[in-house]
Structure formats: structure tokens, C-alpha cells
């Protein structure tokens, strides 16, 4: 099995290391971060310019027709160099609900608009009560008098990622059958200025923005509708499958700076007059660190090809690799801490703002342990 990456991949790779290496170092980001807005507008320009936005579209759709391993590649990168850019919001979760059940009008004035940096998007599907169950959605969408031409959404949605940021909201939402039913979703696409529509942004602990959003009564026309009515389920769970990739790709590339910068810390940093670096016991330590980066990063690998060929193994790779990046994750995230010393949850040292993102990504589209219940569940192959 080849598990290399081709010539265009590699040269997207280099894209990415280029930029971060040049223009996107560490007090470059926090400047971002601590933006009104929480990431900044002329980096995302580039993203987009450098043609990053749109890499897994299809040629169709006007990207370069790339696939989860692409996706890989540049997630890895962004999580190098710990970026805050809405990418995941934008490309991967609102993008990838677009690309897949958007119309032709849509597309071209939501899809096409998003991947070129003019119109931030975002999807809304998490509920307060929902957990990790990505089919337990309350929010309700009641179809008018016109015969299903309007639409009232009602309900609220929980850490929305861009939230605050977004300008198109794709909300999640019920339009029949019980509440944890994979048939009767709808997905619908809301301005965020629309009457009934409450946003309260708030920043997230690793740094990004989030969104806790209310929806009292917001109509929606036919032309909001995006896809078939009651059939969102798939496409929703596709997006999200996609995101857990990303994240999972991203935390790789954190673990990996976080496996390098630990130990360049341990060969400088002096005790009994040798490097820690000299110690047996911290270096089996940081073996187990490097260790850990590189089986999931194989594992990383394995799924994106099972994500590219489709079916049950697909499922089974995304809670494989979920699993994995969390209990690794949580491993080298504390190992580096530790290793560091106080200093190493201080606010001026990058490694505890690559700590944090990491532990946040842990969290997000279900823990290691709610991933290891559905591996372990009968009906999964």
C-alpha cells in the first residue's frame, strides 16, 4: 500500500509550510486571535487566493476535485501552525452540506462565494441536549399554508463554530419525525440577519469563536431549502464525517510540533549539571510521544483512503482515527506539559495554546471514549 503523498499534494504541502513559516508565526496568531472577530480577514484572503478554499471541491464546482487525503494535507499544516482562519466552518462543514445538495443557483451564490473568501458560511446542527448524536435535533421547521413553500424555524443550536463571523447560517432542522429520527431532516440556509435570528458569539478556550444561536419563528422560502425535504440526515452526517477527518489531521500536526518543540526544550534545559535531554526515563517518554504521532498519523492515512473509497469501512475509520487522536492526543498534549514544567501552561509560551487547541479537538464530533461505543456497536462494520 503506497502511502505517500503525489507531486501535487506535495506542492500543496509546501504551499501551506511556506506561508506559515513566512507570515503566520506564533505572535502573528495570537494578533488574530485576539481580534474582534477572532481571525484575520487578509490571511483568510489568501487562503483563498492560494486556491487552499477550494482544493477538495470538484472541477464542476470550481475547486481541483481533491479528496480526504488533500484535505489531510492542509489540516495538518493549519494545525502546525496553529491557524485560526475559519476553514473548518467554512470549507468543511457549510462547504462540504453545499457541494453535495446544493442546487445550481445556490452554488453560485453561496458555495462559490464562500470558497473565494467574500461570504463567510457556517453549519448549525449541535444542539444544547444533543450531545454527540448528530440525528437528536429539536429544532423544528414548520411548513406554512402555501403547500411547503415557507418554512418557520424554531429552536436553538449550541457552539457553532464562525458563528459569530458567519453571514450565511445552514441550520439543521426538523421537519418531521421524532426527535433522534435520521428521517425528517431538513438543512435550510439562513441569513444571519434574519428577523428572529439571535447570535451570541462568545471565544472559545483554544482561541477560536463560537456562536450559541437562537431562531424564534425565522421563515424561510423554497429557495432556502438545500436538498431534498426530510433527507438532510445524509449529507449532514457526510459533513461531519469530513470535519472529524479534518480535526483529526489537524491534531496531528499539533502533536507533531508539540513531539519537536519538547524535545528541543529537553536538550536546553539544564539540571544537575547535564540536559534533561540525558535523562533515560524522559527520553522513553518522548520516544512514546513520537511514537504516538506516527501511529496516528498511519491511521490518519488508512482513513482518508477508506473516507476516498466510500461504505461501512468509512464509518469505521472515522471512529478508528477519532479514537486514536484522543487518547494520543491527551498523551503527548500532558507529556509536553509536564515535560516543560510551569512553564508550560504560561500564556506567553506556545505550547500551552497548542495544548489547548488540542484538548478542545479531543471534544469535538464526540470524544475518544463516545467514538469507541460506536466501534464497539453491532451495527457498525
Known amino acids: 500500500m503506497d502511502l505517500s503523498l503525489n507531486d501535487v499534494q506535495m506542492m500543496l504541502a509546501d504551499s ?19 481580534s474582534k472577530q477572532g481571525y484575520s480577514d487578509a490571511a483568510w484572503q489568501t487562503f483563498a487566493e492560494l486556491g487552499w478554499t477550494s482544493v ?15 484535505l ?11 491557524v485560526v482562519e475559519p476553514f473548518l466552518a467554512n470549507v468543511v462543514l457549510a462547504g462540504g452540506v453545499l457541494k453535495r445538495d446544493a442546487n445550481a443557483t445556490q452554488k453560485s451564490a453561496w458555495l462559490l462565494a464562500a470558497i473565494s473568501g467574500e461570504l463567510q458560511t457556517t453549519l448549525a446542527f449541535t444542539e444544547p441536549s444533543s450531545g454527540y448524536q448528530i440525528s437528536d435535533i429539536t429544532t423544528t421547521a414548520v411548513s406554512g399554508e402555501d403547500d411547503d413553500q415557507s418554512w418557520q424555524l424554531s429552536g436553538s443550536k449550541a457552539h457553532v463554530i464562525n458563528g459569530g463571523s458567519a453571514e450565511l447560517i445552514i441550520v439543521a432542522a426538523r421537519t418531521s419525525g421524532e426527535r433522534r429520527d435520521k428521517h425528517g431532516i431538513t438543512l435550510f440556509g439562513i441569513p444571519a440577519t434574519a ?10 478556550v483554544d482561541g477560536l469563536r463560537a456562536a450559541e444561536i437562537s431562531l424564534d419563528n425565522v421563515m424561510a422560502n423554497h429557495s432556502q431549502v438545500i436538498g431534498k425535504i426530510d433527507s438532510g440526515y445524509e449529507t449532514l452526517n457526510s459533513a461531519v464525517a469530513d470535519a472529524t477527518l ?85 498523551r503527548v498534549g500532558e507529556e509536553a506539559i509536564q515535560i516543560h514544567g510551569g512553564m508550560g501552561v504560561t500564556w506567553e509560551l506556545d505550547v500551552s495554546h497548542y495544548f489547548k487547541r488540542l484538548t478542545a479537538i479531543g471534544l469535538m464530533f464526540g470524544s475518544a471514549d463516545w467514538h469507541l461505543d460506536q466501534l464497539a456497536a453491532p451495527d457498525v462494520a
Request: with cysteine; glycine share 12%.
Open 16 to 34: 501551506v509550510d511556506k506561508f506559515i513559516g513566512n507570515d503566520y508565526d506564533f505572535e502573528t496568531r495570537q494578533k488574530y486571535a485576539d
Open 56 to 70: 477538495t471541491l470538484s472541477e464542476d464546482d470550481g475547486g481541483f476535485g481533491g479528496g480526504p487525503v488533500d
Open 72 to 82: 489531510t494535507v492542509v489540516m495538518e499544516r493549519f494545525g502546525r501552525g496553529l
Open 195 to 204: 428577523p428572529g435570528m439571535t447570535i451570541r458569539s462568545y471565544p472559545t
Open 246 to 330: 479534518a480535526v483529526c489531521a489537524e491534531a496531528i500536526g499539533i502533536m507533531t510540533v508539540l513531539t519537536e518543540k519538547t524535545i528541543e526544550f529537553s536538550k536546553g534545559r539544564v539540571q544537575f549539571g547535564v540536559p534533561i535531554s540525558s535523562f533515560q526515563a524522559l527520553q522513553h517518554r518522548m520516544v512514546e510521544m513520537y511514537t504516538a504521532c506516527e501511529q496516528s498519523r498511519s491511521l490518519l492515512m488508512w482513513a482518508a483512503m477508506m473516507m476516498h473509497k466510500g461504505g461501512p469501512a468509512a464509518e469505521q475509520a472515522i471512529h478508528s482515527i477519532k479514537y486514536q487522536v484522543g487518547i494520543a492526543g491527551k
